[in-house]
């Protein structure tokens, strides 16, 4: 490998890891919140809507249907993926040249035999088994020197030891071949023995389909190919957990609320309203803004009013006066905070108001 593309390599590796870790990163999370949202309830009207009309329509099984049908898809994609990716890293071990029993599948790379040089149309009249570029042509193999005659197209390893598929245009009396490419102006320097010959052309190939695998030969699309066959699985996994929640919790409503009885959703709301505890105070958050309530009562299940207790003012100057005649983990009366408009109030318990 040269230092371009080392560079190269592990600028791709940076990119395509990045992608991956954002990818998962977001998806992630959004799995997450439509579960946690399940969970929680807020989809409870959605689900229910669809269970009384997948009732009455018989939709639920067409939504089943569609699941499996899509799951299905993804799992031939994903596999047509690794089909390719496996073809690809064999063809490039292999020299390019992937044997199949007697045959020889090898992707055309150049435009050599792509098309006729005008300057050769005479010999090359008859002669139509041109294939354009970034083809994978099936190869036959041949036994012997006497399987091959003038015009046939071969492929065979050059003297640098690269593969090259031309025609015979001449057999030379030492038992090697001349060949040139239909669309050059000139014949290969090079004159291979049959030794050096790889097989046959058999007139077929399958056109575009070697850009793919020359691609994924390459180290940018090893790298793009296994971060898309990662992000396959793990959407597969993401979206199965939020199918068994959704179904997890169509299941509990159904069965808390007789949905089987139900016959429309025409009257269906839902409310939701959040609180937040938090220093002896319930925050109570709904969509019309956040107002405050006083807690005594919960404050008090755990602070029991000591006896004798009558006001908070009172109960203080014995607390400072006297620790041993009160609990000294008994906290004082809470200040009530209550919002309202731009500015906020405090009441003693009693509820005068002080400013």
Do not use: W
């Amino acid at each position: 490998m040269s230092s371009l593309d080392i560079i190269a390599l592990i600028v791709t590796i940076l990119a395509v890891a990045s992608f991956s870790v954002v990818f998962t990163l977001l998806f992630g999370t959004y799995a997450k919140s439509v579960i946690q949202g399940y969970k929680d309830g807020k989809n409870d009207a959605e689900l229910i809507t669809e269970f009384v009309k997948d009732k009455q329509k018989e939709k639920a099984a067409k939504r089943k249907r569609r699941e499996v049908i899509k799951r299905v898809i993804s799992s031939v994609l994903t596999a047509f993926v690794c089909v390719f990716f496996i073809l690809a890293l064999v063809n490039k071990i292999s020299g390019n040249a992937t044997v199949v029993g007697n045959k020889t599948l090898m992707v055309v790379a150049s435009g050599s035999m792509s098309e006729k040089n005008a300057k050769y149309k005479d010999y090359l009249s008859g002669h139509d088994d041109q294939f354009p570029t970034y083809s994978i042509i099936v190869l036959e193999k041949v036994d012997s020197p006497e399987d091959l005659k003038r015009y046939d197209v071969i492929a065979y390893v050059n003297d640098k030891g690269v593969n090259i598929i031309h025609r015979i245009v001449n057999v030379n009396s030492d038992g090697t071949y001349t060949t040139r490419g239909d669309a050059n102006a000139e014949s290969d320097s090079d004159h291979p023995p049959f030794d050096r010959v790889i097989g046959k052309y058999t007139g077929k190939y399958l056109p575009t389909i070697g850009v793919f695998i020359l691609f994924f030969q390459s180290y940018s699309g090893i790298a793009t190919i296994l971060a898309v066959i990662y992000c396959m699985i793990m959407m597969d996994n993401r979206a199965k957990a939020m199918n068994d929640a959704r179904e997890e919790r169509m299941t509990a409503l159904s069965a808390a609320l007789s949905l089987d009885k139900v016959e429309n959703t025409d009257n269906l709301t839902v409310e939701f309203i959040e609180k937040l505890y938090l220093d002896k105070f319930i925050y109570t958050i709904d969509p019309s803004g956040m107002v405050t309530e006083e807690v005594r009562e919960e404050i008090l299940k755990d602070n029991p009013e000591p006896e004798g207790y009558n006001d908070i003012n009172d109960f203080t100057k014995e607390k400072n006066t006297d620790d041993e005649k009160t609990d000294k983990n008994f906290p004082a009366e809470p200040v009530i905070k209550e919002t309202v408009g731009n500015g906020s109030k405090n009441s003693d318990n009693k509820g005068e108001t002080k400013k």
